[in-house]
């Protein structure tokens, strides 16, 4: 199916633009709305209408930025999947569950969310959470990291937050400044084993004394749900995934066990006290530690 084939204009796009150049927001939205409805117009429909704050847009009710990359591979998997009867409303509402479920886990060991005078979101993507989280703190107090470039820079443009670019290894990540809180969501369900250890005391070292740091990984339910056998170390790794920027051996799908995961906090982290385990704590099968930095 190609715009062409759709019940919408060949002229479309150029249409809606003139329509918002002459001020007629209305006329505009009501252009943009069955464009919204196909799969190859959707994505540019929805960022002019939340760029130009047409009738309709996301942001009037969600009350921040709601446009969308074009390179966000959370919002293309949404797009492909068979239960999505609304992609967008799915990834935008997807990152406001990530912030209740955030939020819940910070108040439950008493490091509250609104507490926190600086936070990182590291492995951030392109801004599915970003843009709640910037909603709840403020630009000031949200920092984002990814090893995508594009990724760090539609946050800056899009959200207005720091951010700076990591990288493939742990030990070429230039970042000086340390945070209250460090979250880290679905970055250590990819790691090959190689790294996981390497990444864990290199994030952890960005976590401001006192301070937390919140990651999680596919433990017990994630190895039911698909059937994994993890070896004798509580470990799976499959050289895939969902990104389509970063090599599958360094980015795959990673497995880990409890006892695989409190032992290098124990081995690797300093200091450090597990105040949480949470079993599937994020999307209902990602378990979640919280570890505090003394």
């Known amino acids: 199916m190609t715009i062409s084939d759709s019940p919408i204009a060949p002229d479309w796009l150029a249409q809606?633009?003139?329509?918002?150049?002459?001020?007629?927001?209305?006329?505009?939205?009501?252009?943009?709305?069955?464009?919204?409805?196909?799969?190859?117009?959707?994505?540019?429909?929805?960022?002019?209408?939340e760029r130009n704050a047409l009738p309709g847009a996301f942001a009037e009710w969600m009350g921040c930025p709601c446009e969308i990359a074009q390179a966000d591979?959370?919002?293309?998997?949404?797009?492909?999947?068979?239960?999505?009867?609304?992609?967008?409303?799915?990834?935008?509402a997807d990152g406001w569950r990530t912030m209740s479920e955030l939020v819940l886990?910070?108040?439950?060991v008493d490091h509250p969310l609104l507490r926190a005078q600086s936070v990182l979101e590291f492995a951030s993507g392109h801004g599915r959470f970003t843009r709640h989280l910037v909603k709840a703190l403020g630009v000031d107090r949200v920092v984002v990291s990814d090893v995508?470039?594009?990724?760090?820079?539609?946050?800056?443009?899009?959200?207005?937050?720091?951010?700076?670019?990591?990288?493939?290894?742990?030990?070429?990540?230039?970042?000086?400044?340390?945070?209250d809180l460090v979250f880290v969501l679905s970055l250590f369900s990819h790691l090959p084993h190689a790294t996981w250890s390497r990444w864990l005391e290199r994030i952890y070292g960005m976590v401001s004394p006192g301070g937390v740091l919140v990651f999680t990984t596919h433990g017990a339910e994630a190895?039911?749900?698909?059937?994994?056998?993890?070896?004798?170390?509580?470990?799976?790794?499959?050289p895939s995934s969902e990104s389509q920027a970063i090599d599958g051996q360094e980015y795959g799908t990673t497995f880990t066990s409890?006892?695989?995961?409190r032992a290098h906090i124990a081995d690797h982290l300093r200091g450090a006290t597990l105040l949480?385990?949470?079993?599937r704590?994020?999307?209902?099968?990602?378990?979640?530690?919280v570890v505090k930095k003394p």
């Open 223 to 238: 190895v039911r749900k698909q059937g994994v056998v993890l070896d004798e170390n509580g470990y799976f790794f499959a």
């Open 73 to 92: 591979d959370i919002y293309r998997f949404f797009e492909a999947h068979p239960l999505s009867n609304n992609p967008l409303r799915d990834y935008l």
């Open 16 to 49: 809606a633009q003139a329509l918002i150049a002459k001020g007629d927001k209305a006329g505009a939205a009501a252009l943009l709305r069955p464009a919204l409805g196909w799969a190859e117009s959707r994505l540019v429909a929805h960022n002019l209408m």
């Open 258 to 261: 409890e006892a695989y995961v």
């Open 281 to 289: 704590q994020f999307w209902h099968h990602q378990d979640a530690y």
């Open 276 to 279: 949480k385990f949470a079993p």
């Open 105 to 108: 886990l910070l108040e439950e």
């Open 148 to 179: 995508v470039e594009d990724a760090v820079c539609f946050a800056r443009e899009t959200f207005g937050v720091q951010g700076f670019v990591s990288a493939p290894v742990p030990e070429q990540v230039q970042w000086d400044r340390q945070h």
